[in-house]
């Protein structure tokens, strides 16, 4: 967190995440299709710790983003006549978020 000056301040986010699959390998007649996810984050919040006179609470602006990523996995069945056949499975999603709060006095 950085104060900016006596009455706005900043805070940064950042962060990572990894997740092993739980799904074993899917040489049968399952089809349990997953990939191991990694997720990368980051955001900040731009806080006015003094509101002015149009304002009657503190407010606090929040932005963040998120991206997913599920590397590609390759899926071979034992039986060559299974009905779905062999398939990979990858993909990537984003996300992003922006809020406003007014801070409440405690």
């Given amino acids: 967190r950085f104060f900016l000056n006596s009455w706005a301040d900043i805070a940064c986010r950042v ?4 997740e092993p699959t739980p799904a074993p390998d899917q040489r049968g007649v399952t089809n349990f299709v997953d990939t191991d996810k990694h997720l990368i984050t980051g955001g900040f919040a731009f ?3 003094e509101h002015p006179d149009e304002l009657e609470r503190p407010i606090q602006l929040d932005v963040a983003g998120q991206y997913f990523h599920y590397p590609q996995r390759t899926y071979t069945k ?5 009905l779905i056949g062999d398939y990979r499975a990858d993909g990537a999603v984003w996300s992003i978020s922006a809020t406003a709060r007014f801070l409440f006095p405690w």
């Fill in 78 to 82: 034992s039986d060559p006549t299974d």
């Fill in 47 to 49: 806080g006015f710790l």
């Fill in 15 to 18: 962060g990572y995440a990894y």
